[in-house]
């Protein structure tokens, strides 16, 4: 017979409790598994194909972690929140940030793309090598505190998000004062500086944000097969 | 499909239901509930427990551990004198609910 607390143990590793209540969760989860195990077996099912019966119960490990946390803290939807998003969301802003300083101060030539006359696109390259750290720290800290997957990738898109939020304010506001003949001019100027600051910089932090998901993803797998 | 509100709400009722005859810890619950319902009301571990957890919170059931005569040691939950009291208000919102879907449903037909 599995050492079902055991299984249980490597399967909750994310479980931010104290030591005792981890505990408790894990004995409890665990001699659920043993009874529905016995069950099983008793119905004349093979002990292989009982416990991956029993396993399959507990449905999405990571699912079941995240509600525990949510479920056994005192913490309400406001302070999830905080934890999962807005403080996971600040940290990589001010890492990107951090970063973007630092280059412009040993780097402060740009990369430029020339498209069509005039429009140049300018991009901070050794930032945007780095970015990718920051969105996947952005992933891991909103992970850790129990967000869902949707919840981690948006809080490693976070530093462009202050932006993004400008460019669609600025945007209709600068075509409807700007001249109608400068329209055109107002509006590329918009969209080079929306590639520039917005959609290839979140790109890359997305892609970190990715990289850390696929990451955990491949650890759980790992910790599965080690669990039997 | 059933929203979740609808489904956490007859989940809690559910469980307040068959610990109104005793305790029971999570497996048992989940057991009998399943074979009350017909099957119609199954937990996985990610449904039952954080209810239960979230339950216990709110201070409608209480957990403790318990040694059977063979020397398990299972959490056993038992209702508290307020889940007592929320049963009554509880199930009567749920079969008012029931009887406004089957007028409902006899004003479809007609």
Redesign the interface.
Known sequence: MPDWEKVVGEQLTGLALDAADER??H???A???E??YE?LLREGMTESDAIHRALS????WN??QR??Q???T?KDTMTNRITQFWLPGFLTFALSMSLLELVQKFFPQPFMLRLDHPSVLLFYVPWLLTLPLAGALGAYLSKRAGASPPMALFSSLFPVLPLAAIFLIAIPVGLVISHTLSHSIVAAAFLTLGIEWVAVPGAVLLAGGFLMRVFFSRRLVSRRIVGG | MIGTGIKRGTAELAVLSVLEHGSL????M??RIEQQTKGALRF???A????L??ME?HGWIRGAWETSNSG????CYRLTAVGKKMLPPLRQEWSELFRALRQLKKASHA
């Open positions: 408790e969760v004995a409890e989860l001699a659920h598994l009874e529905t069950a119960l507990a449905g999405d699912d079941l509600k525990i949510s479920a056994r005192r | 810890h999570g497996y048992e989940a057991r996985t571990l990610a039952l427990y954080p209810m957890y979230r919170r398990r040691r299972r959490r």
